[in-house]
Nanobody, 126 residues
Framework: QVQLVESGGGLVQAGGSLRLSCAVS????????MGWFRQAPGKEREFVAT????????MYVDSVKGRFTISRDNAKNTLYLQMNSLKPEDTAVYYC???????????????????WGQGTQVTVSS
């Protein structure tokens, strides 16, 4: 059974940086679109970024454009989210997720993702 395990969260001051990782088990990582989502306390889960099967196609929510970078290493079965210039409003639990079917194009719709990690907490202090 495929599992997604996030790491790299923590407490950082505003303006700082963090790099999240998502290790994916199995041998089919390169076939799937991957995404990052986040959920702040009292709020609904929201899309953050998604990436196609290679590093050539990416999408971001407007609030993180220019600050966050999604990438993947298919040889290591790992998804990344580099977060720079962090703001207190970025505080949330961050989840990585896998598309429900292989060989599709990137999407920002959480409904397309059916395999989720346990989440990693990111806290940005002001």
């Amino acid at each position: 059974q495929v599992q997604l395990v996030e790491s790299g969260g923590g407490l950082v001051q505003a303006g700082g940086s963090l790099r999240l990782s998502c290790a994916v088990s199995g041998r089919t990582f390169s076939m799937y679109v991957m995404g990052w989502f986040r959920q702040a306390p009292g709020k609904e889960r929201e899309f953050v970024a998604t990436i196609g099967r290679s590093n050539s196609v990416t999408m971001y929510v407007d609030s993180v454009k220019g600050r966050f970078t999604i990438s993947r290493d298919n040889a290591k079965n790992t998804l990344y989210l580099q977060m720079n210039s962090l703001k207190p409003e970025d505080t949330a639990v961050y989840y990585c997720a896998r598309d429900s079917a292989p060989f599709q194009g990137p999407t920002s719709s959480s409904a397309r993702f059916d395999l989720w990690g346990q989440g990693t907490q990111v806290t940005v202090s002001s």
